[in-house]
């Protein structure tokens, strides 16, 4: 049987949902942009040049309407740089959420930068993207070192896990503040398919808000496919950065993120209705 050794309140709720009373977040009209800059230093790596700066991009990224920028350090270094996340914690002046692993020297680093905001992702050195949540069931222990260490640190918690109902139970039962939902699978199927994802993604946000948690979502996100997610209820934000830089390439940075706060808000306005705040 599973059992879970953080401090979790009674009813298994999240720690951080301090009012224990079911929506007292304000839920804006659609969800917030946070826009990732990975694939900015991705280019910049290729070459191991100093340009493009994902610095300068995410900066003219705010001016264009993005509420946060998102960045992971990974392990290996394959595109943001140590020295990147110290540049954007100071530079940006919306909010800095971090993508980590459950690597110790990693984790060290997130609690000395002290970002707005830490979501724990799976990692694995030869995978193209980031693939599947993360197994917060199996990484419970891990996990409930992890959190409060990054909590104490200034950060809210999120973990980046799949439309699972024993994921998303286990994250509040760990104190997690946030789960981002990983719409990879959403954004790659078709037909029926892509329905079935999208009422998992309803129903794992749902689930996850009753548990006290807040709820992020992201992966694979691009302008076609944006704004039945941008519609789901209790969604605050979404994390996208490979449409976003691709797109950016043909129109540049300012339309580009425009465009996309435009995509998501074109169906989010009624993602209230029928909910229970
Ligand atoms: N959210 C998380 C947790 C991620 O790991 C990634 C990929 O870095 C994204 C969102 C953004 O995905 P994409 O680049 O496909 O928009």
């Known amino acids: 049987m599973m059992r879970i050794e953080a401090k979790v309140p009674e009813g298994g709720r999240s720690r951080y949902d301090r009012s224990g009373v079911r929506g007292r977040i304000h839920l804006p009209p659609m969800p917030k942009l946070h826009v990732n800059v990975d694939h900015i230093a991705t280019l910049r790596q290729a070459r191991r040049e100093?340009?493009?700066?994902?610095?300068?991009?995410?900066?003219?990224?705010?001016?264009?309407?993005?509420?946060?920028?998102?960045?992971?350090?990974?392990?290996?270094?394959?595109?943001?740089?140590?020295e990147d996340v110290q540049r954007l914690r100071k530079s940006i002046a919306t909010r800095l959420n971090l993508e980590t692993s459950l690597d110790r020297e990693i984790l060290e680093i997130a609690r000395r930068v002290r970002p707005h905001a830490v979501c724990i992702v799976p990692e694995a050195r030869n995978e193209v993207t980031?693939?599947?949540?993360?197994?917060?069931?199996?990484?419970?222990?891990?996990?409930?070192?992890?959190?409060?260490?990054?909590?104490?640190?200034?950060?809210?918690?999120?973990?980046?896990?799949?439309?699972?109902?024993?994921q998303i139970r286990a994250a509040a039962a760990l104190g997690a503040m946030f789960v981002e939902l990983h719409t990879g699978r959403y954004a790659n199927a078709v037909g029926a398919r892509k329905r079935r994802e999208l009422a998992r993604l309803r129903t794992a946000a749902v689930f996850?808000?009753?548990?006290?948690?807040?709820?992020?979502?992201?992966?694979?996100?691009?302008?076609?496919?944006?704004?039945?997610?941008?519609?789901l209820p209790r969604v605050e934000e979404l994390n996208i950065g490979f449409a976003i830089v691709a797109r950016a390439l043909e129109v540049g940075v300012h339309r580009a993120v425009g465009e996309m706060v435009a995509a998501a808000r074109?169906?989010?306005?009624?993602?209230?209705?029928?909910?229970?705040?």
């Open 130 to 166: 980031t693939e599947g949540g993360l197994d917060v069931v199996t990484e419970r222990r891990r996990l409930a070192r992890a959190i409060p260490a990054l909590a104490d640190a200034g950060a809210e918690v999120s973990l980046f896990v799949d439309a699972d109902l024993r």
């Open 50 to 82: 100093w340009f493009p700066d994902p610095i300068a991009w995410a900066l003219e990224a705010e001016k264009a309407g993005a509420a946060g920028i998102t960045c992971h350090l990974r392990k290996d270094r394959r595109h943001i740089q140590d």
């Open 208 to 231: 996850a808000h009753e548990h006290g948690l807040r709820v992020n979502a992201g992966h694979g996100l691009d302008y076609l496919n944006v704004g039945a997610v941008a519609a």
């Open 266 to 277: 074109k169906n989010s306005t009624s993602r209230h209705a029928g909910v229970t705040r």
